[in-house]
């Protein structure tokens, strides 16, 4: 094993919870110094994008077959439109003096990591450049001109991560939460792109390195310990045929552009140093690389019996905080069309470039003409053999539909266990059903360090999937990020490091919170569409 790949397990199991200790974090948290959510350059142009609201056509259903849906032009309307679904502001939400924005892709503790920069190489409704998108404000700060005319390739999205605003509340274990935002973040660019009629091509093959030099991530413009780490950038294929990105000439009009602005301080005071981050994002860092060619071949969806736009699921999605632990069964339909959506051959999946590497165990408490237990969903059927062999012996794997890779492994009242695993958190039991993300890990690591990262962008995409799907069926999803790691192996048979559980999930009936008042998006803006 490399010391890369040693350093990356070791920050793995250092920073798992166990029923006897929590993974370090702070000893006290004052939320009166909570990060800046916002962050932006002073010294910019800034460029004012048309205001956000807009309705678009395409129902939510609509968008398991994206090729039937007409693509839109590319214009400053439509390219606003695209980053507003994405990362925009979806409410706000006030309690007393207490006022938080939500997004339309989610985070931990709602702390926001996730930076997003768009690149234009051509197009003339906006100056060729590298602009930071400002979600509050719904506008571009421009960080770069081009100094040269570049081939049209259209625009390009470039994410990147602040690990410190994630581990300003939760310490060690934040560098796994950024990675699972990062998945969220891709999941929610191509439900925002779909309904444009567009599609999302990820630049797999870049590395980190030239992805820091073309978004400015590599300059001396960031506050000391506040600064972005690059993750990946993606195209956006609009359909009108521009050419393909000459990576050399796109990164050299960069490096020889005029560069504006630096970072403004998020404003919170740095009371704990996590080192142990720093060195693990230094040791899973991505090199250039070979990747294949994207999976095109898409498996019909169980169908979707949402009747609502996909520009209104899209906005109205929430974390539930909690749920009704009495409520009725979840509908069968509804539960095997969620877990249809996650396979790697649907149209939400048509990004992703790889055999999936995330296989689902659920515990199902309330699903019609389901008994109560535990389940497995392998989302490669490679996996199965894998899978019955690392778990336990009792466990029946009897496959339980013609239309899906579901099995029953185990029947019985699981809803106790689902709530200790997940950190004694009720989310995880009064729910319908709740799951947990479990990984092809410990050669995964040794092959290339830097997958680490790409393991839990995937259980975040699936994790955003489930998000959209339970607004969708009319209930409501949260992400858990919180669980005690080897307790779930525990609990499964699992022993080693051939797979390890990295993301946990639950859908429910939610349970409103009367004394929160709910405020439009962009209502500081004036009026919206």
């Known amino acids: 094993m490399n010391k890369q790949a040693e350093t990356v397990l070791n920050y793995h199991n ?16 004052d939320w009166e110094d909570q990060p800046d959510q916002f962050r932006r350059f002073s010294g910019c142009g800034i460029v004012a994008l048309p205001k956000p609201g807009a309705e678009l056509e395409p129902l939510f259903a609509d968008l398991d077959n994206p090729e039937t849906i007409s693509a839109k032009p590319l214009n400053m309307a439509n390219a606003g439109l695209l980053l507003e679904l994405a990362f925009g502001l979806s409410a706000w939400k006030q ?59 259209g625009i390009l999205i470039g994410l990147s991560s602040i690990h410190w605003r994630e581990a300003w509340k939760y310490g060690e274990r934040a560098f796994r939460y950024c990675q699972h935002d ?3 973040a891709l999941g929610a660019l191509r439900y925002a792109a779909a309904t444009l009629g567009w599609t999302v091509e990820l630049q797999a093959e870049w590395p980190d ?25 993606c195209r956006i294929d609009t359909h009108t045929g521009g050419k393909l990105i000459d990576i050399k000439a796109l990164l050299e009009a960069a490096l020889s552009g005029d560069w504006f602005g630096k970072a403004d301080s998020l404003r919170a005071y740095h ?4 080192p142990v981050i720093d060195e693990v994002s230094a040791a899973a860092s991505k090199p250039r690389t070979e990747e294949p060619e994207r999976q095109t071949v898409l498996h019909p969806l169980i169908k979707s019996s949402c009747t609502r736009t996909a520009t209104q699921i899209i906005r109205q999605r929430r974390s539930a905080q909690q749920f009704d632990g009495k409520m009725p069964p979840l509908p069968q339909t ?40 535990i389940y497995a969903l ?20 009897q496959k339980i539909s013609e239309a899906l890779p579901l099995y029953h492994l185990h029947s019985g009242d699981c809803r106790q266990i ?35 990262r790409r393991l839990f962008w995937e259980c975040g995409l699936i994790g955003q999937v489930l998000y959209l799907e339970a607004e969708a069926a009319g209930i409501r999803g949260t992400g858990i990020g919180c669980y005690f790691d080897d307790s779930v192996h525990e609990i499964l048979g699992i022993k080693g490091d051939k797979f390890q559980s990295l993301y946990h999930f639950t859908v429910g009936k939610p349970l409103e919170d009367k004394r929160l008042e709910t405020l439009p998006a962009y209502g500081h803006l004036g009026d919206v569409v």
């Open 378 to 397: 392998p989302r490669d059927s490679d996996a199965l053999e894998k899978l019955q062999a690392a778990t336990l012996a009792e466990f029946d794997w």
């Open 209 to 233: 390195d030239d992805i820091g030099q073309l978004l400015g991530l590599d300059r001396d413009d960031f506050k000391k310990q506040e600064h972005e780490s690059p993750d990946i950038i």
């Open 418 to 452: 689902a709530k200790t695993l997940s950190c004694h958190q009720p989310i995880a039991s009064d729910s319908a059903f709740s799951l947990g993300m479990v990984a092809e890990f410990g050669e995964t690591i040794e092959a290339a360090p830097w997958l680490y």
């Open 334 to 373: 509804d539960f095997y069309r969620m877990l249809a959506a996650v396979m790697p051959t649907t149209a939400a999946f048509e990004l992703w470039r790889w055999p999936p590497k995330i296989h689902l165990f659920i515990f199902v408490h309330r699903v019609e003409g389901l008994a109560p237990g």
């Open 271 to 274: 009371m704990y140093k996590w």
């Open 182 to 184: 990062i998945g969220h």
């Open 14 to 29: 250092r920073t798992k919870h166990s029923l006897e200790r929590y993974a370090k974090g702070p000893e006290s948290i």
């Open 95 to 153: 309690y007393g003096p207490s006022r938080w924005a939500l997004r339309c892709n989610p985070s931990s503790g709602n702390l926001h990591p996730t930076e997003a920069y768009l690149i234009n190489t051509g197009n003339d409704f906006i100056e060729p450049g590298v602009y930071h998108y400002v979600s509050h404000d719904h506008s571009l700060e421009q960080r770069c001109r081009f100094s040269d005319n570049l081939p049209d390739a």
